[in-house]
T-cell receptor, first 118, second 113 residues
């Protein structure tokens, strides 16, 4: 079955960067895009960007442009999301999710809590 | 950006009764070339990731009980739970995938009356 397993919780200081991993299994990794979505406490889900794993193309939300980088290591079937210049408002649970070729998110990782605090 | 607005923000329904959640997009998410609405519904329980229920506005994801149904087109959509069960207590989100950035509604919390 399709599984997305994310790295563990992180605590970072303001101004630092965080890199969250998402290891995929149960399907051919290069076939589908991986998206990153975050959820701040009590807030709605917020899409950050996606990567077309097959060709490496990326698309980011303007809100995060310049601060977020999504990459993959196809040999390890793993996607990464790096967010830089962290501020307290970036405290959230970060999810990776896989689409089915169109954009609806059919499989989700378990989430990674990133806490930004001085 | 396409703004997604859900109503109500919360609702309480008796077990076995119908629950209806509405979602409106600020512009149409209907793609004429393939006649599809790029709209999905998700269920999220506390401490869990979202779970896809419906995509293409009305296609039920595999394994989702048939008491969940989606309808609508263009800018107005509805998620219906025909007979609410205790395990359906959750927050429900709509999402458009017509354009980037993908955007979600603010969520509707469903509780038991």
């Amino acid at each position: 079955q399709v599984l997305l397993v994310q790295s563990g919780a992180e605590v970072k200081k303001p101004g630092a960067s965080v890199k969250v991993s998402c290891k995929a299994s149960g399907y051919t990794f290069t076939t589908y895009a991986i998206h990153w979505v975050r959820q701040a406490p009590g807030q709605r889900l917020e899409w950050m960007g996606w990567i077309s794993v097959g060709n490496g193309d990326t698309k980011y939300s303007q809100k995060f442009q310049g601060r977020v980088t999504i990459t993959t290591d196809t040999s390890a079937s793993t996607a990464y999301m790096e967010l830089s210049s962290l501020r307290s408002e970036d405290t959230a649970v970060y999810y990776c999710a896989r689409d089915f070729g169109s954009g609806s998110l059919h499989y989700w990782g378990q989430g990674t809590l990133v806490t930004v605090s001085s | 950006d396409i703004v997604m607005t859900q109503s109500p923000d919360s609702l309480a329904v008796s077990l076995g009764e119908r629950a209806t959640i509405n979602c409106q997009s600020s512009q149409s998410v209907f793609y004429r070339s393939n006649k599809k609405n790029y709209l999905a519904w998700y269920q999220q329980k506390p401490g869990q990731p979202p779970k896809l229920l419906i995509y293409w506005a009305s296609t039920r994801e595999s394994g989702v009980p048939d008491r969940f149904s989606g309808s609508g087109s263009g800018t107005d959509f509805t998620l219906t739970i025909s007979s609410l069960q205790a395990e359906d207590v959750a927050v429900y989100y709509c999402q458009q995938y017509y354009d980037t950035p993908r955007t979600f509604g603010q969520g509707t919390k469903v509780e038991i009356k």
